[in-house]
């Protein structure tokens, strides 16, 4: 028999240990420091754009009627103008949403809008972009680690994520990037993974009708990837408007952030509201406040699994925060003798010490540590352990973050299985 159980934790807070050493001098930032805080980017002011009509400013409405006219007169009733799977001459909100993306794309510029739409179906002819789907191109070893879609974020956006770093290797970057061959192969697999994504959406008003984008910048070789890239970018801009909500970047090395602190006045405001940048290390803290970390892989903090979203929707997980100089304990009560405990936990940016111990209900029983008391790199997966009791009594989880000034982010999420026999 199996009982699942709703994830509850009680908090143990030790207080923080005095140091036996005198009080450290005020923490002076510098310059460095401070362009990355002033660069670190949260989007609580983006809002997605409407697709209702009767919500559209009467410019816009007539807009959009005006790009259906040119559509028609340039198509004909009976011509073939679809994407996605969408007549865009059916005039139902499907195909108004579609090109609504087009006229934002464009300032709500008719000619203009009409212009990049004849190029982009024209292109997708061209690239066979319905049917790319289903092609085999051969890149396993990318999938799951380049570009890949994981998941959705709390409002239901589809997640892309990418990350780049194993260019790196010169032998990989060779055989993905080799000749010209190659990487028209690699830019076809990127808009394959693109179009999966943009399946998953229902192209509808009041629907979810974009995506999230998770860029990695860590050991991300700018050199060798700046043709690949571009290419990208531009197949991306030209074929693919206003398809993506948000743009998160972790990760991002301090010369990043100091460009952009450069750039970011020549950007609009509407384009700034989408971008999210983290510095390297707080991966975990960013992606919390979009994405729920049962959703979130656990390279990034998170407790999502490559296999994890093949068999069934992700168990929900318990947010906490571990301040610095803190420790807490998560207890676990109410396990029956025989019942088998398994448990997810992770601590965003570990670099604190994690043990785990079952503490007997009776009187004169003996505490049985499961897991004795270790230290957890930075970079450490969440821990994944399960444990079956002799005797009732109750899990206590500890994170012990007394080292550390530093607040973390974590999660958590246990299920507990009762014994079959009687």
Not at 58 to 80: I, V
Not at 171 to 176: A, G, K, L, P, T
Not at 253 to 280: A, C, D, G, H, N
Not at 385 to 391: A, L
Request: proline share 6%; charged share 25%.
């Amino acid at each position: 028999m199996e009982k699942a159980t709703s994830p509850i934790s009680i908090p143990e807070q030790t207080p923080p240990q005095d140091p036996p050493q005198a009080s450290p001098k005020p923490y002076k930032k510098s310059f460095v420091t401070t362009l990355m805080g002033a660069a670190t980017l949260r989007s609580p002011s983006f809002k997605e754009d409407t697709y209702f009509i009767s919500l559209l400013k009467s410019s816009e409405k007539k807009a959009l009627q005006e790009l259906k006219d040119k559509l028609m007169a340039s198509y004909g009733p009976e011509g073939e103008c679809t994407m996605w799977g969408i007549s865009l001459l059916g005039g139902d909100e499907k195909a108004d949403v579609i090109l609504l993306k087009f006229l934002r794309a464009r300032d709500f510029k008719v000619s203009d809008s009409f212009h990049m739409l004849e190029k982009c179906l024209a292109w997708r002819k061209e690239f066979n972009a319905d049917g790319v789907v289903e092609e085999d191109l051969g890149f396993k070893e990318l999938e799951g680690v380049v570009a890949y879609m994981h998941g959705y974020d709390k409002e239901g956006h589809p997640v892309c994520y990418n990350a780049y770093g194993v260019f790196r290797d010169k032998d990989m970057y060779e055989r993905i990037f080799g000749d010209e061959e190659k990487l028209k192969k690699f830019l076809r697999w990127r808009v394959q993974v693109l179009e999966r994504g943009i399946n998953l959406l229902h192209f509808k008003p009041g629907g979810i009708n974009s995506i999230i984008q998770v860029t990695d910048l860590k050991d991300m070789p700018k050199r060798e990837l700046r043709v690949a890239s571009n290419q990208i970018l531009s197949l991306f801009q030209d074929n693919y408007p206003e398809m993506v909500a948000r743009k998160i970047f972790i990760n991002v090395p301090w010369y990043f952030s100091f460009l952009y602190s450069m750039f970011s006045p020549f950007l609009t405001q509407r384009t700034k509201s989408k971008f999210v940048i983290s510095r390297e290390g707080y991966a975990a803290e960013t992606l919390y406040k979009f994405i729920r970390p049962e959703d979130i892989p656990v390279q990034y903090g998170g407790l999502s699994r490559p296999n994890d979203l093949q068999n069934s929707p992700p168990k929900p997980a318990s947010e906490f925060t571990v301040k610095g100089g803190e420790k807490v304990n998560i207890q676990i009560e109410g396990i029956e003798a025989g019942a088998t405990i398994t448990w997810d936990l992770v601590v965003g940016g570990w670099d604190l010490e994690y043990s785990a111990e079952f503490v007997p209900n009776a009187e004169g029983s003996y505490i049985i540590a499961v897991e004795k008391p270790r230290k957890l790199s930075p970079s450490e997966e969440a821990i994944h352990n399960s444990f079956t009791s002799r005797e009732a009594g109750k899990m206590v989880l500890s994170v012990d973050n007394t080292a550390s000034r530093r607040k973390k982010v974590a999660a958590y999420r246990y299920i507990v299985r009762k014994s079959n026999l009687v």
